[in-house]
Structures are given as C-alpha cells and as structure tokens.
C-alpha cells in the first residue's frame, strides 16, 4: 500500500545551522514525491518535487530535498536556517504508475529559534 | 495562493445543520480537490474531479458531497453537520500531469457545536 512517514512532529534548530526534516515513503511503483510549507493560517505551498533523474532537488526558498531509492527517503535540508523558515512542513508521495491519489505525511513543525 | 479562493475563511454551525463550502480558482486547471487537516493527521482527500463530468470519492467521503459547477468551482458540502467534522478544510487544484503540484486555497476553519 502507498504510504508516507514523517518520523517527528517538530524539529528544533538555530538559525544559521543546518536543518533536515525527514521524509520515508512506500508505494508500488516509481513515486513522485513532493515537500509543501504551510504557514499560519494559510494553505499549503509547493516547495519542490522529485520525478525522475538527479536525486538531489533544489526547490524555493533555499531549500532542497535528496532522493535515496534504497533508503526510500526524500529528507528536505537546507544549509543555514532562517527564524522565517519556522512552519509546518509536509511530505507527500503519488505512485506514478498506479494511483492518481497524493498521500501526505502528518507533517513536522520546524522551529527555528533565534 | 490568491489563485484559489475559499469561502468563507471561517464557519460556525450546529449539529444537523446543512453547510456549503466554496471554492473557485483561476489557474485554468481542469484537476480540483478537497482535502480535510485534522491536527496528528496531516492532510486527507475527501473528493477529486478531474474535469467538470468526472466526481471521485477520496478516502474519507462520507458524510460529504461535493458538486463541480464549473471548471473553475467546485463546492464542498455537509449535510447534515456532525461535531467530528470540525477540521480545516482545503480546496487545490493542479495540472492535468500526474506529477504536477498542487496549488492550495487558505483553508475554511469549519466548528461544528
């Protein structure tokens, strides 16, 4: 079955330190794999995405996200983090050669302090 | 993303009380959905549409109905409101690709008492 973990609720990190929030998927087929930010009280907004090719992604913001088959991961990193980047963070997977349905994660607060 | 539109931003109603939610969009997109966030759950698919005919169920239907009036709208209603459909609700559309991203109304914060 399709499936998506986000293995912590919330990750703390300084500013100016490197941040990783992580992502382990299942599906059937080839994913396609994707990062959304959601800010207070807004809606969700695109990141990035993997399809096919290069596994390390590089997406708005600063952010990017690497692609490891064998470890069915896709962590979002970015080198030096921002008290601006301080959001709710989801990780969504689609079964490219099966199902048209995207699952998301249960989402990971990242908090950035000063 | 002001290309999605939701109305109302936020909703208070009573058990048993029919209600209707809003979407519309901009972005030309054919493909539109509605999504429940329940706080731990993350986001779950309630019901797509690929196009203005086609009406698909997602994993938590029911209790729900849904009407594509046009490309650009696709409503969200409840019937008969229960507590336990108190959540944040979105709209999102995307292109007609597999792989496209999904493009997010901001929500309508919906209270049933």
Same mark, same amino acid.
């Given at each position: ?7 912590e609720?919330?990750? !703390? ?8 929030? =992580?992502?382990?998927?299942? /599906? $059937?087929?080839?994913?396609y794999l %994707? ?9 969700l907004q ?21 692609? !490891? ?8 990193k =970015?080198?030096?983090?921002? /008290? $601006?980047?301080?959001?709710?963070? %989801? ?6 050669g ?6 998301f ?10 | ?26 972005k030309?997109h054919?493909?539109?959905y ?9 986001l ?7 196009d ?9 239907s ?10 650009a ?13 108190t ?6 559309t ?10 997010f ?9």
């Amino acid at each position: 079955a399709q499936s998506v973990a986000q293995p912590e609720d919330q990750v !703390n990190v300084a500013e100016g330190n490197p941040l990783t929030v =992580k992502c382990t998927y299942s /599906v $059937s087929g080839n994913p396609y794999l %994707f990062w959304y930010v959601q800010y207070p009280n807004r809606g969700l907004q695109f990141l990035l995405k993997y399809i096919t090719g290069d596994n390390l992604v590089k997406g708005s913001y600063g952010f990017e996200a690497e692609f !490891n088959k064998s470890q069915t991961s896709f962590h979002l990193k =970015k080198p030096s983090a921002l /008290v $601006s980047d301080s959001a709710l963070y %989801f990780c969504a997977v689609r079964d490219g050669g099966a199902t048209n349905k995207l699952i998301f994660g249960t989402g990971t607060l990242l908090a950035v302090q000063p | 993303d002001a290309d999605v539109t939701q109305t109302p931003r936020n909703r208070i109603t009573k058990t048993g009380k029919r209600i209707m939610l809003e979407c519309s969009q901009t972005k030309g997109h054919d493909r539109m959905y509605w999504y429940r966030q329940d706080p731990g759950l993350g986001l779950r698919l309630i019901y797509y549409s690929f196009d203005v005919k086609d009406i698909n169920k997602g994993e938590i239907s029911d209790g729900y109905s849904v009407s594509r009036q046009a490309q650009a709208k696709f409503s969200l209603s409840l019937e008969s409101a229960i507590p336990n459909q108190t959540a944040l609700y979105f709209c999102a559309t995307s292109g007609d690709r597999d792989n496209s991203p999904l493009h997010f109304g901001n929500g309508t914060r919906l209270t049933v008492t």
